[in-house]
Structure formats: structure tokens, C-alpha cells
């Protein structure tokens, strides 16, 4: 599906001692605090976040999470063969000090591989691309929860001075960086626009690799009201009534206007 996003500016960039977010990268802490359930907004929409996966998974599949951040995955996937790894090396993990662009998991080794919110971290999105299919079996999926550029998020970045966007870089090149090589948090929520909005180009560089079954759109208030999944800000709690009702709004904004609500965005690739 081709879409034509709306833009503010084509790029915006700060650095770590400008992003008005606190304790951002700080892992541990993460699952600590999500752990302790005091931030009930927070809870909910790391719910959201991953338990629609749920209905693209089987339950004898067996799946693998990169780039885990927190390892959060497991608590709302119920699948039980499903496994975490990161760059990183957290106790919580399964498997530690995994590069996403060269796992070195053996080919054709799982049913599905969940990428949440960190194909924008990847400095070479067409290595990690190719890495998936390699690791994944025959018709496997790649599901992913991913940002969404749209006006509302771009305010909200350039507002809070978290991550940026760059919608000038190629996504394609195997030698010129998306990211900063050296900030492993740096982030840019351009690429799922550059990668995913013109089906032409993503059938170009990835059609010979996946097919895409599923895309939809997600998170707006409750997104912006969670107090923030690896990194803190100020939110209101709010009880399970109010959240609920929010999720409902949130998804009427984001189905009808997601280029100017929409801060998340759904997707199933299929390998081929």
C-alpha cells in the first residue's frame, strides 16, 4: 500500500544530553519497574503491544525475539517455546549478545521471530531483513511492532527530543548507517516509513524475500500516556475503565487517521 506521509520537517536529530526523557537505555531498571506493576498504564500497553501477535502464532511454533530491550515478550505471548536475545547481555535473557543483523542461529531454525519496536534502532535494515528469512523456516513469519512517523509522533519527538526521525537516508545501503553506529539506543522512526510505505520498493529490495499478510495501526494516547517502556516520563494512572476507553478512542483515531494519530504500526511478513 502506498502512502504518502505527511512531513513537518525531512529530518531532526539531537543528542543524548539534549533528550528531555530520563534513565533512557537503563534496561534492568525497565524490568525491574515494569516488574513491581506500579504504572498500570504502562502495563496495558505493553499488553497491546504484543498480544495481538498472538492470533499469527501457533502453539507449537517455535519463535524467537530479537532485539528483546526488557524481555517483555514472554509475559503476554502464550506460546511457551518462544525465546529472547539481545545485543545486550541482561540476565533475563535467553540468548545474550545477539546481533539482529547476524544472529549466527542456524538457517531455517524457527516458525516466527518477533521484532518489537527496534527495526529503527538497526543501523543496516536490508542485513537484518535477510538475516530474518535466513533464520526463519518455509512460509515463517517476521511479526512486527513498529513507530509510525505521523504528524502527532513527529510534534511529540521533536517536543520530548527522543530518538529523531531522517526520512533522507537509505534504507537499502549495506554500507551507510540508518542509525549511529555508536549509540546503540539511537533511533530513527523514519525507518518503517522508508522500508514499508512504497509496496514498489519494498518489492524491489524484499519481494524475492517476504510477503506482507498483515498491516495495521496502533497507540496514540495510551502511548503517550504510559510513563515510557526503557526510558521515564511524567503520565496520569489511570484505572482500567479509563484505559479501556482510551484504547477504543485510540483505535478509531489510528484506523481513520492514522498519518496524523497513529504512533504505532503492525505488520506479518511471510517468508518465502
Not at 520537517?9 to 524490568?31: H, L, P, T, W, Y
Not at 538475516?131 to 511529540?156: P, R, T, V
Not at 553506529?181 to 519481494?207: R, S, T
Amino acid at each position: 500500500m502506498l502512502q504518502i506521509m505527511i512531513k513537518i520537517i525531512n529530518k531532526i536529530k539531537f543528542s543524548k544530553n539534549q533528550n528531555r526523557m530520563k534513565k533512557v537505555g537503563d534496561v534492568q531498571e525497565a524490568v525491574n519497574y515494569f516488574d513491581s506493576r506500579k504504572n498500570k498504564n504502562l502495563f496495558f500497553l505493553i499488553k497491546n503491544r504484543y498480544e495481538w501477535m498472538n492470533k499469527f502464532i501457533k502453539e507449537n511454533d517455535i519463535g524467537i525475539e530479537v532485539g528483546s530491550g526488557a524481555g517483555l515478550s514472554k509475559k503476554f505471548i502464550t506460546n511457551k517455546n518462544l525465546k529472547t536475545s539481545d545485543f545486550s547481555d541482561g540476565q533475563h535473557l535467553d540468548y545474550k549478545n545477539i546481533d539482529a543483523q547476524n544472529t549466527g542461529f542456524n538457517e531455517n531454525s524457527y516458525d516466527f521471530v518477533i521484532a518489537a519496536n527496534m527495526v529503527h534502532h538497526i543501523p543496516y535494515p536490508i542485513k537484518f531483513f535477510r538475516e530474518m528469512h535466513k533464520i526463519l523456516k518455509k512460509d515463517g513469519k517476521l511479526i512486527i511492532q513498529e513507530a509510525y512517523c505521523s504528524i502527532a509522533f513527529q510534534l511529540i519527538t521533536i517536543l520530548m527530543r527522543h530518538e529523531g526521525f531522517d526520512f533522507t537516508k537509505d534504507v537499502w545501503s549495506e554500507t551507510s548507517s540508518v542509525t549511529d553506529d555508536d549509540d546503540l539506543w539511537a533511533g530513527n522512526i523514519a525507518v518503517p516509513h522508508l522500508v514499508f510505505d512504497d509496496l514498489n520498493i519494498f518489492n524491489k529490495h524484499l519481494g524475492s524475500y517476504f510477503k506482507i499478510e498483515h498491516e495495521s495501526f496502533s497507540e496514540c494516547i495510551i502511548f503517550l500516556n504510559s510513563g515510557g517502556v526503557c526510558s521515564r516520563t511524567f503520565y496520569i494512572p489511570m484505572n482500567n475503565l479509563l484505559l479501556k476507553f482510551f484504547l477504543k478512542f485510540d483505535n478509531f483515531l489510528t484506523k481513520y487517521f492514522p498519518k496524523i494519530f497513529s504512533m504505532g504500526r503492525r505488520l506479518v511478513l511471510r517468508k518465502i
